[in-house]
């Protein structure tokens, strides 16, 4: 397992160690500790610019994954699962808004994008795979946090 965690910005503190120690568990937990993942924490002009670059959405949002998985080229790497970019200043305002520690949204944040890198999907989807992906989230997010997710935060 190869983790990759690189602190682009610097409005807030973030503690890589326990990010570190929580995506370890995550992968070994979803069978997928034999991947390399990487993270990539910014700001939220940062996740703008990607966010209208690859998908076309004007605004800053939470969290992107990019599958490295899918595609024509998808199967080219096989050990390289994707990347996950987390807006450490929306993950701030987001962590506020639901009762949540910083740490906690990051450890949210991070769940919601490799279950994204890992083929879950609820934008677009249908029910039934909406729900399979929120129960996964909360039962993964139960794991790292003491605080219940009854209903989770919109995600992009």
């Known amino acids: 397992m190869k983790i990759l965690i690189e602190n682009q910005q610097n409005k807030f503190a973030v503690n890589r160690r326990r990010i570190r120690r929580n995506m370890t568990i995550m992968m070994r937990v979803l069978a997928c500790d034999d991947k390399e ?6 700001d939220d002009k940062t996740i703008h610019l990607l966010n ?4 076309g959405r004007d605004k800053a949002t939470n969290v992107l994954s990019f599958s490295l998985q899918e595609g024509e080229f998808g199967s080219l790497n096989p050990a390289m699962l994707g990347d996950i970019v987390i807006s450490v200043e929306t993950a701030k305002n987001d962590a506020a808004a639901g009762g949540l520690t910083l740490d906690e949204e990051i450890d949210f944040l ?4 490799l279950l994204h890198l ?3 999907n609820h934008e677009g989807a249908n029910r039934a795979q909406t729900d399979k992906m929120r129960s996964k ?3 993964l997010f139960r794991f790292f946090s ?4 009854s209903d989770p935060p919109s995600n992009s």
């Not at 991070?110 to 994008?113: A, D, L, P, R």
């Open 118 to 120: 890992l083929g879950y």
């Open 52 to 55: 209208k670059q690859y998908l």
């Open 110 to 113: 991070t769940i919601h994008g």
């Open 146 to 149: 003491n605080t219940e997710l």
């Open 137 to 139: 989230e909360k039962e």
């Open 37 to 42: 993942i990487s993270l990539t924490l910014v």
